[in-house]
């Protein structure tokens, strides 16, 4: 039970679909309907409006962080960044919305608030940044991923944390796959720009 119960919980705490809840409660719009289609942030603020897509924002990064923290409160010897990368994959494939979720950047982003906070400013920082001069959230998120993995390698060589590297680069994977057609686009000069 202390392995199975709060690996259920990470994933179930994953699983929970912000933006379709957000969505149906509050708009009465079922966001899988509309723009792309996606259950994530981007999509939210595209088709709900700036506060919804702020809330659904703050939801999906409040699970990867309260994953991360479960050893916290339920004795087990697994590693927070295991229950953390449990609920992303639980976000991208949510059993409480046909396992089709959303990709994986902001309960990412809960992981490294809930275990390295100072990589969560840079990340942020590094989002707005490249947000501002580029207008895609897709290549700035597949830009974040990047740094990510760079700041993780310099902190896991300073530090001898190899498991936050791995899971940094697990994460950022999942994120670069995840965009795979926002690629093609921006290859083809049609991915979608935010207007600020």
């Known amino acids: 039970m202390n392995t199975l119960l709060p690996v259920l919980l990470a994933y179930l705490l994953g699983s929970i679909p912000s933006a379709l809840w957000i969505g149906k409660i509050f708009y009465n719009t079922d966001i899988r309907t509309k723009g792309s289609g996606n259950l994530g942030a981007t999509n939210t603020f595209r088709t709900l409006g700036a506060k919804a897509g702020i809330v659904v924002t703050v939801l999906d990064i409040l699970k990867g962080t309260a994953a991360t923290l479960i050893p916290l409160y339920i004795d087990t010897n697994i590693h927070p960044l295991i229950f953390g990368v449990i609920a992303v994959v ?23 608030l809930g275990y390295q906070w100072p990589l969560f400013l840079v990340a942020v920082a590094v989002l707005l940044i490249t947000l501002k001069i580029t207008k895609m959230v897709s290549l700035s998120s597949i830009i974040l991923a990047v740094v990510a993995v760079i700041y993780t390698t310099i902190y896991a060589i300073n530090t001898g944390d190899y498991l936050f590297l791995a899971v940094i680069i697990v994460l950022a994977s999942f994120i670069i796959y995840r965009h795979r057609a926002n690629i093609g686009r921006i290859k083809a000069g049609t991915e979608p720009k935010i207007k600020w």
């Open 90 to 112: 639980g976000h991208m494939f949510p059993v409480f919305a046909k396992f089709k979720g959303g990709k994986a950047v902001a309960t990412s982003g809960g992981i490294l």
